[in-house]
């Protein structure tokens, strides 16, 4: 069974930094492009950032340029979001999510993802 797991959401401050990690099983996504999603209160979801299967071909939205910084480890597994100058309006349930393609060299931005974690809620209080 496919898995994409979530961690490291929270209650943060305005300001304040917060990791976001997504671990993978069932099966290897080591050459498929990765990403981050949110869901903010009444509003669509969106994509965060988007990392390719190498991890040296990124994307970020506008509105967390600089402040977001995507990553993968491929022996482990995993894809983090290290989310730091945290501003309300990043209050949002944030998903992990993998491209059902493979060897992509520019990360997708829309709708190829078809791999979903469960999410992680992230709020930021002002």
């Known amino acids: 069974q496919v898995q994409l797991v979530e961690s490291g959401g929270g209650l943060v401050q305005t300001g304040g930094s917060l990791r976001l990690s997504c671990a993978t099983s069932?099966?290897?996504?080591?050459?498929?492009?990765m990403a981050w999603f949110r869901q903010g209160p009444g509003k669509e979801r969106e994509l965060v950032a988007a990392i390719n299967w190498k991890g040296v071909s990124t994307y970020y939205a506008d509105f967390v340029q600089g402040r977001f910084t995507i990553s993968r480890d491929n022996a482990k597994n995993t894809i983090s979001l290290q989310m730091n100058s945290l501003k309300p309006e990043d209050t949002a349930v944030y998903y992990c999510?993998?491209?059902?393609?493979?060897?992509?060299?520019?990360?997708?931005?829309?709708?190829?993802?078809?791999?979903w974690g469960q999410g992680t809620q992230v709020t930021v209080s002002s």
């Open positions: 999510a993998a491209d059902s393609s493979t060897l992509r060299w520019v990360p997708p931005v829309g709708s190829e993802y078809n791999y």
């Open positions: 069932g099966r290897t996504f080591s050459r498929n492009a």
